[in-house]
């Protein structure tokens, strides 16, 4: 199986799925040249262990994150970042279709990320890192995904949606889609 994960900041996730893929598998951990030092440092001690050997560290630009050559991916996973690249200038159509085409058909996009209020669209990534859930699916279907599945397991609907996801004063509402290539 062969993973990318967008994003991947200090390597949790990362692991994760190297793990889950093994020894045969390969992950692309991908992140812009922007990533913070302290992501950095935590991704390069967590590169050490053994369950890191698998993992290939790339660092491109979220508008072009998948180096040459890289096709046919079983499954990408963008956790908690996709808000991100709305305040970093970031062309997402461009990404998205990067990703449309770098997954082999039948290929799975996981998107998981904090909700914004309905009507917010992308204008509080920055303040609160939260992205309108209706806007980020309406931008990764125009690259030409299907919706497959939605789940609920990180929903928290008393969540009025408007504080910083950093200091919650009740659980974060979280959205997470699934998507495929047709």
């Excluded at 200090?10 to 992140?31: F, H, I, N």
């Excluded at 970031?90 to 996009?109: H, I, Q, S, T, W």
């Amino acid at each position: 199986m062969r993973v990318l994960d967008m994003g991947a900041g200090g390597g949790y996730s990362t692991e994760l799925l190297a793990r889950a893929v093994g020894s045969s598998g390969t992950v692309y951990a991908q992140d812009s040249q922007a990533v913070s030092p302290r992501a950095t440092e935590r991704f390069d001690e967590r590169a050490k262990t053994s369950a890191m050997r698998n993992v290939v560290r790339v660092l491109r630009d979220y508008d072009d994150p998948v180096p040459p050559g890289v096709r046919d991916l079983d499954l990408i996973t963008f956790f908690f970042a996709y808000h991100d690249t709305a305040f970093m200038s970031v062309d997402r159509a461009r990404m998205n279709r990067g990703l449309f085409e770098a997954l082999k058909p039948g290929g799975v996009l996981v998107v998981a990320d904090h909700s914004a209020q309905a009507g917010a669209g992308t204008s509080v990534a920055k303040s609160l890192h939260r992205i309108e859930e209706a806007t980020l699916r309406r931008e990764v279907e125009a690259a030409g995904f299907r919706l497959a599945a939605e789940a609920d397991f990180l929903r928290h609907r008393e969540d009025p949606r408007d504080s910083i996801v950093f200091r919650p004063k009740v659980p974060v509402d979280e959205f997470v889609l699934k998507f495929v290539r047709p």
